[in-house]
């Protein structure tokens, strides 16, 4: 992972984001040596968005799994499609 100053990125944005797309690792930009924002490629973010997106999903079934297994009642299905405009 490479880092750039603010300072730097004012007059070198150009060639911050054509190291985070040549290289697919973010470049942080620091202020005092402390990391403030990150220059991304942009596919690579999608793939992130992705991935969490995913996560959530996984975790949201895991959770509904869980609250089955604790005896939770189930939707029928009818009013589930009627929900969600399916009828």
Do not use: N
């Not at 930009?29 to 999903?57: M, N, P, Q, S, W």
Request: net charge negative; glycine share 4%.
């Amino acid at each position: 992972m490479s880092e750039m100053t603010l300072t730097a990125a004012r007059t070198h944005l150009a060639e911050a984001v054509d190291a985070a797309r040549m290289q697919h690792e973010p470049v942080w930009l620091t202020k005092h040596g402390k990391r403030l924002a990150a220059v991304i490629d942009a596919e690579d973010l999608d793939r992130l968005l992705e991935a969490a997106e995913d996560l959530e999903d996984l975790r949201a079934a895991q959770a509904a799994r869980e609250e089955r297994a604790a005896g939770a009642e189930t939707v029928p299905w009818d009013e589930v499609k009627a929900d969600l405009g399916l009828l």
